[in-house]
């Protein structure tokens, strides 16, 4: 019965191993699944401010987080920040009905505007046992601005968690993210729509 037990611990050792190993990079996406209205008019969007400094790892994956089991994994990801960010608050707000438009930067002839800058993004996790966690945090700022001023700033925080277990890393590691980001758009439509419905 030992010598099972012993067997069994070893495998599942193996396995978690080779999920952190081989399944480590993580896709940032985002699927629409608000249905928030009001929106009208034309709204610019600025290209966020990347706040954060990731390290790169030697394929210039950035790294996002850490996974520990017995020895730490990266968790990287090949996306590309920004673009995941302004993709997924200008789908959502194209459906609550405004036209949306893309900018470096807010200027003085813009009437409805948003800037973004994101603070922290950050997926931990652990092995306790057979179970894996992970948790995400994420820090945004978002500006609201109204005929070139910026009217109001918001610091929205969004987190996941995910525990379970899996051999797949990365899409235990994409739901953590996923829960923490939708949580992020979520509270960045409604005040978007609240000061320009």
Known sequence: MKRLIYSLTIILFVLSLMGCASEHNVI???????????G?????????????????????????????????????????ISDWIVNALSDELRHAGFNVGYVSDISETIDK??????????????????????DTNILLS????????????????????NTGWTPNMSKKAGQSIEVAFKYCVNEMVTRVIGHFK
């Open 28 to 38: 940032l996406n985002y699927e629409r699944t608000l249905n928030i209205t009001g």
């Open 40 to 80: 009208s008019g034309e709204i610019f969007i600025a290209k966020p401010n990347i706040i954060q400094v990731f390290r790169e790892n030697h394929r210039g994956q950035k790294i996002i987080g850490d996974y520990w089991d017995a020895v730490t994994w990266d968790i990287v990801t090949d996306s590309n």
């Open 113 to 134: 505007g948003v800037s973004l800058s994101l603070i922290k993004f950050n997926i931990s996790g652990n092995r306790k046992s057979i179970l894996q966690s992970l």
């Open 142 to 161: 978002m500006s609201i601005w109204k005929n070139g001023s910026m009217i109001k700033e918001y610091y929205i925080e969004g987190n996941g968690s």
